[in-house]
């Protein structure tokens, strides 16, 4: 690794065996990550999994204890000035300053990175607009909404433009439409040919902006790949069902398992279940493991028929990345506030 660098491989960061202990605990235990440049790359995990530490290592922010890291070719042990200079992290919490206002805060910031008062005003005055604050460029960030808080601090990140950004869970305790706002100024950035290093515990967020995803739990990445070649790791499709009387879940979630030899999952809506299919098919191929999927639906339709369980909504898709994540730990997905609230949206 030592002597590859991101101009010629095409990489904005490659890790082997990265590891970072406090104490007894091994926090990162051996990632292995391999990020293209100009793209987002989503890292996925619970809270506790090794998401921030192994950040704040590429971010030169800690030292590792084992193995390598590499942004852009650097070491970021060895050349941790040349990792800085390309690099910007946004954290979980605003780290502008509250009592200053908007404007104040980016001007502040430009005089620091050595830009010229006018140079620093007229950078300020386009982040500003471009993130829709202008309207509060003149009130103080301790009076702005969560939303406008987290806009300004990736504002305040990509003051110089960076080779690679670092967000780390920019989202926590927004609500749907502030993140939905996060979400589009994440698209506009990597547009702008900056490579973008996500990590969340929001499903729905690395399914929206990540081209590729690793996902860590407990120090590890347990998988990595595109979107799609997660949802397909774990099966051919995902039966959703909403049956008319809850009171018939419990033999619907039977005979289900029964026809489909597959895991049963009771929804928090007590009318629903979902269940995964696993892959087979005589084909081989997606298409045969599709028909062999739509077989075993319609067979478990029509047993759940001759029980006499009414099926009001029936539905047979790609597994979401939730059922990636319970298949990959053997647990549900996290379940945030914010998710509650977007699923309340969806029923409103």
Known sequence: MSNRTGRSTGLAI??????????????????DLTVPAGTVYGVLGPNGAGKTTTVKMLATLLRPDGGEAHVFGHDVVHEADAVRGRVSLTGQYASVDEDLTGTENLVLLGRLTGHSKRASARRAAQLLEAFGLSEAASRQVKNYSGGMRRRIDIAASILNTP?????????????????????????????QGTTVLLTTQYLDEADQLAARIAVIDQGRVIAEGTKGELKASVGAGAVHLRLRDAEQRPEAERLLRAALDAQVVLEADPLALTARIASGGESGNGGGNGL?????????????????????????????????????????????????????????
């Open 163 to 191: 080779d690679l950004l670092f967000l780390d869970e920019p989202t926590t305790g927004l609500d749907p439409r502030s993140r939905n706002q996060v979400w589009d100024i994440v698209r506009a950035v990597v547009a």
């Open 292 to 348: 062999a999927a739509a077989e075993k639906a319609s067979r478990a339709l029509a047993e759940l028929a001759r029980a006499g369980i009414t099926v009001d909504t029936f539905s047979l898709g790609q597994p979401s990345l939730d059922e990636v994540f319970l298949a990959l730990t053997d647990r549900p997905a996290p379940r945030t506030d914010v998710q509650e609230d977007t699923q309340k949206e969806a029923l409103a």
């Open 14 to 31: 490659e890790t082997a065996g990265l590891v970072k202990t406090f104490g007894d605990t091994r926090a990162v235990d051996g990632v």
